[in-house]
């Protein structure tokens, strides 16, 4: 197992709980708000989050695992946020992102995996031959690109009420 697989989980466990803290209860228009054409919204990432949790990296680990022929990932669905998210408020979807997480902690947790398990490798349709531990550490690192992503677009909310101040707040360029 990887030295940092520890880590990787208290990450994994908490990054629910990093972004309801940092949405839950603010505006709408701050929940909304995006970064441009073809940008995602705070509650857009969280909806695409809990697509990611049913579909993609807890998923693809156990096709992995237990495929020895170095099984064909399934592409990911990049649209799949706009149908989870159809009529929800951001709290059920965070209540949904939580439960699907939680649960696909407790699953790999109570996997026995060694070492080799995380060399196993399937072919993903545009990357090539990834192995687990690619998709585990790339588990950990999408959440955090995706609390990044959500802090920058909050950040920006305040872009012109923080004057001059704004040379010194790269988060905001």
């Known amino acids: 197992m990887p030295a940092h697989f520890s880590n990787s989980i208290h990450i994994l466990r908490n990054t629910p709980n990093v972004i309801s803290s940092l949405l839950y209860n603010l505006d709408e228009s701050f929940i909304t708000a995006d970064e441009g054409e073809n940008t995602w919204s705070p509650i857009t990432i ?20 237990n495929n020895n022929n170095q099984p064909n990932l399934p592409p990911f669905d990049m649209d799949a946020q706009a149908r989870i998210m159809e009529g929800k408020t951001l709290a059920q979807l965070l209540t949904e992102f ?43 690192a999408h959440d955090l690109s995706h609390i990044a992503q959500i802090a920058r677009i909050l950040a920006k909310q305040y872009k012109n009420e923080v004057g001059a101040f704004a040379e010194f707040l790269n988060i905001l360029k």
């Open 46 to 65: 969280v909806a695409h989050l809990v697509s990611a949790e049913r579909s993609n990296f807890y998923q693809r680990i156990i096709l992995t695992l």
């Open 98 to 140: 939580e439960e699907a997480r939680n649960n696909n902690i407790s699953l790999i947790s109570s996997l026995v995996l060694t070492d080799n398990d995380f060399l196993n490798t399937a072919i993903h349709p545009t990357l090539g031959t990834v192995t687990i531990g690619n998709i585990f550490s790339a588990w950990v």
